[in-house]
C-alpha cells in the first residue's frame, strides 16, 4: 500500500471520504465540486489500482492541493475494506467528524453540506435515503423492487428505525462510536455498508441518529455511468438481503459495546 499525502497533516476536523476503482470520467468533477463547498474539510481517496488513468490523476492533483490525500493501494480489495481504511485514518490522525460517499457521482456532492448540517444540529450519526420523503430512486421494474424490498428486509430484521442501509452517503461524529467497532467489521464488499449501519442499532440515550433524503442525479453527464452500474445493482441488493438473514443476531451481538 502506498500514502501518498495520506500523512500530511489535516487542515480541518472533518474528513470526507470516497473511494475509487477506475473513476477516471467522474473523480475531477466530484473533487471540483467538493472542494469548492463551503465550510472547511480535508477529502481522502483510497483508490484501488484504477487502470484507466484515475490514479494518474489524482497523483497529479493531489501534488497541487493540500486538502486531498491519497492512499493507492496495489489491488482491488474491496470498497468496504477501503471505509474501513478511512475510518481507521480518520482516527489516527485526529478528525472529530467523517462523511462518506460514492466517487461515480451517485451522490450528489451538495449533500456533503447536507449531512453536516444534521451533525451540527445535534445528530451523532447522519444517513442518506432515497426513501425519505423528498428523496428519489430512479429504478422501474424488477431493479426497484429488489432495492426497494432488501432495505425493507433490512429494516425487518435489524429493527432500525432508518430507511435507506445500501448506500454509502453518511456522516458520523466519531467520538459517538467506540473504536474499532466499524473497523473491524468482517465484510470487505458491499456487505459492509449494512453491517456498518446495524452498528449503531442501539446507541447510548445521549447519542442520535438522523436521516437526509438524496436522488440519484439525472443529468446528462451520468447517463453512461448509470448504465454502466445497472448490471451490478440487483446482486448488490441481493447480497445486504442474504447479508441481513445471515448476520442479524451478530449485529446485534456487537451494538451492544455501546452500552
Not at 473491524?184 to 442520535?208: E, K, Q
Request: net charge positive; glycine share 6%.
Amino acid at each position: 500500500m502506498i500514502l501518498q499525502s495520506a500523512s500530511i497533516s489535516r487542515t480541518s476536523d472533518t474528513l470526507v471520504f470516497a473511494p475509487t476503482f477506475n473513476e477516471r470520467q467522474t473523480i475531477g468533477p466530484l473533487l471540483d465540486d467538493l472542494l469548492s463547498l463551503p465550510g472547511r474539510f480535508d477529502v481522502l481517496i483510497v483508490d484501488d489500482l484504477s487502470c484507466d488513468g484515475t490514479a494518474e490523476y489524482l497523483t497529479g492533483r493531489a501534488a497541487t492541493d493540500p486538502r486531498l490525500r491519497l492512499i493507492m493501494r496495489p489491488g482491488k480489495f474491496g470498497v468496504g475494506s477501503a471505509h474501513k481504511l478511512a475510518w481507521l485514518q480518520a482516527r489516527q490522525h485526529g478528525y472529530s467528524r467523517l462523511v462518506t460517499l460514492d466517487a461515480d457521482l451517485s451522490h450528489d456532492p451538495q449533500d456533503v453540506s447536507r449531512v453536516l448540517a444534521l451533525l451540527d444540529g445535534g445528530a451523532d450519526v447522519a444517513f442518506g435515503s432515497r426513501f425519505l420523503p423528498g428523496g428519489r430512486l430512479d429504478y422501474s421494474g424488477w431493479r426497484l423492487f429488489v432495492s426497494r424490498n432488501a432495505n425493507r428486509v433490512a429494516r425487518l430484521l435489524l429493527h432500525l428505525p432508518i430507511t435507506e442501509y445500501t448506500n454509502s452517503l453518511r456522516a458520523v461524529r466519531l467520538q459517538c462510536i467506540p473504536p474499532g467497532l466499524v473497523e473491524s467489521i468482517a465484510d470487505d464488499g458491499y456487505a459492509f455498508f449494512l453491517n456498518s449501519r446495524g452498528s449503531v442499532r442501539s446507541p447510548r440515550p445521549d447519542h442520535s441518529r438522523n436521516s437526509h433524503p438524496f436522488s440519484r442525479p439525472t443529468s446528462r453527464r451520468f447517463e453512461d455511468l448509470q448504465a454502466r452500474n445497472s448490471a451490478c445493482d440487483d446482486h448488490i441488493d441481493l447480497a445486504y438481503v442474504r447479508s441481513s438473514c445471515r448476520d442479524s443476531n451478530a449485529t446485534a451481538q456487537v451494538s451492544r459495546s455501546f452500552g
